[in-house]
């Protein structure tokens, strides 16, 4: 059964820095594309970033409002995807989810087929 | 990529059909899903590729459409579909733009 589940979210000052955590199982996670995604309070959902698979290069891409502040890792011997989040603003204030899902024929980037619960990081002075 | 869905509301009774719409401001080709959202969960994956559901979805969830035009249809309302829906594009990236969801509340 694939598990994905988030941690570090928390209250962070305007400006400050937080690293959240997603430990994955039940899947090949050297060979997943990982991504974040989030949710801000009662509003919809916006892709933040993607780390590819090694194997496909292991880049990554963001989403505009988080170039440049977001870095988004993972260590494979670990099972383990990172999003290190700095000069966060109050607009960063939201539920991230850590994602994957495979890759069908015909499809260069895969849909999410699976979905942590979340973790709520909330930027507030 | 904009994806627009609509409406942003739609009130249903149970055992009616919902019809809901999603639009891409260029072709996404097929490389579209959708996602059901319930207050207070993660969303979870109905239909990719525009039209294949995903493993265990049922029957009355169905996806149409290519290119631009999308359609999520609910072919008989049951108590436990009236939550949020999301499309995504997975076309182009970064980023792959969900639209701004549709909520399918009881009449």
Redesign the interface.
């Known amino acids: 059964e694939v598990q994905l589940v988030e941690s570090g979210g928390g209250l962070v000052k305007p400006g400050g820095s937080l690293r959240l955590s997603c430990a994955a199982s039940g899947f090949t996670f050297s060979h997943a594309w990982m ?1 974040w995604v989030r949710q801000a309070p009662g509003k ?7 780390i590819k698979s090694k194997n496909d290069g292991g880049t990554t ?4 409002p988080v170039k440049g502040r977001f870095t988004i890792s993972r260590e494979d011997s670990k099972n383990m995807l990172y999003l290190q989040m700095n000069s966060l603003e109050i607009e960063d204030t939201a539920v991230y ?1 850590c994602t994957t ?1 495979s890759r ?1 024929s ?8 699976y ?4 973790t709520l990081v909330t930027v507030s002075s | 990529i904009v994806m627009t869905q609509s409406p942003a509301t739609l009130s249903v009774s149970p055992g009616e059909r919902a019809t809901l719409s999603c639009r891409a401001s260029q072709s996404v080709s097929s490389n579209l899903a959708w996602y059901q959202q319930k207050c207070g969960q993660a969303p979870r994956l109905l239909i990719y590729g525009a039209s294949t559901r995903a493993t265990g979805i049922p029957a009355r969830f169905s996806g149409s459409g290519s290119g631009t035009e999308f359609t999520l249809t609910i072919s008989s309302l049951q108590s436990e579909d009236f939550a949020v829906y999301y499309c995504q594009q997975y076309n182009d990236w970064p980023p792959e733009t969900f639209g701004q969801g549709t909520k399918v509340e009881i009449k």
């Open positions: 991504t919809g959902l916006e892709w933040v970033g993607r891409d963001y989403a505009a989810y899902g069908r015909g499809s260069q980037s895969p849909p999410i087929d979905w942590g619960p979340g």
